[in-house]
């Protein structure tokens, strides 16, 4: 298996985490969207989640070569910074549930792995001249796509 491919792996597993940290944590068990208290919270999360809609979207069947690398690693570098402050927001709002802080543990742990092992194809990708190409990911990349439209027509910014 190649490295592109299992990051695109570990990508998906973070759609899947993250669609039950939004849905069963900020939606059900905590109702963010119904809380004055977050509105903060749901901003950067409501940015996140269009950072992300671009990651799957953008990864689901390309590959960023030349300068459209340092985009990608960019929205990387910015997801990073949403992330600590999200985190940082978070601990000074509301005490998160055990099964909450856990999945968040998971998902930054997730995240770096996938981040880590893209960030090994930089040298490659950025010797190539700059274009998005196509690469075809069949079922793999079907379901990013999906993650894609999914965490980016949410109609609540939990």
């Given at each position: ?56 979207v953008g990864l689901a069947f390309w590959a960023w070569h030349g300068a459209w690398s340092l985009v990608l690693f960019g929205v990387f570098a910015i997801e990073i ?78």
């Amino acid at each position: 298996m190649s490295t592109h491919t299992l990051a695109l792996q570990l990508l998906a597993a973070q759609g899947c985490l993250g669609a039950f940290d939004t849905l069963y944590h900020h939606e059900l068990t905590e109702a963010l969207p119904q809380k004055a208290g977050a509105r903060q919270e749901l901003a950067i999360h409501a940015t996140r989640s269009l950072l992300y809609t671009l990651l799957f979207v953008g990864l689901a069947f390309w590959a960023w070569h030349g300068a459209w690398s340092l985009v990608l690693f960019g929205v990387f570098a910015i997801e990073i910074v949403l992330t600590l402050w999200d985190f940082v927001i978070e601990d000074r709002t509301r005490l998160l549930p055990a099964t909450e802080r856990v999945t968040h543990t998971i998902l930054a742990i997730n995240g770096g792995a996938f981040i880590a092992l893209l960030a090994m194809q930089l040298p490659a990708w950025l010797g190539q001249p700059t274009r998005l190409s196509f690469i075809p990911n069949g079922w793999l990349g079907v379901f990013l796509a999906v993650c894609g439209v999914g965490v980016g027509d949410r109609k609540s910014v939990g």
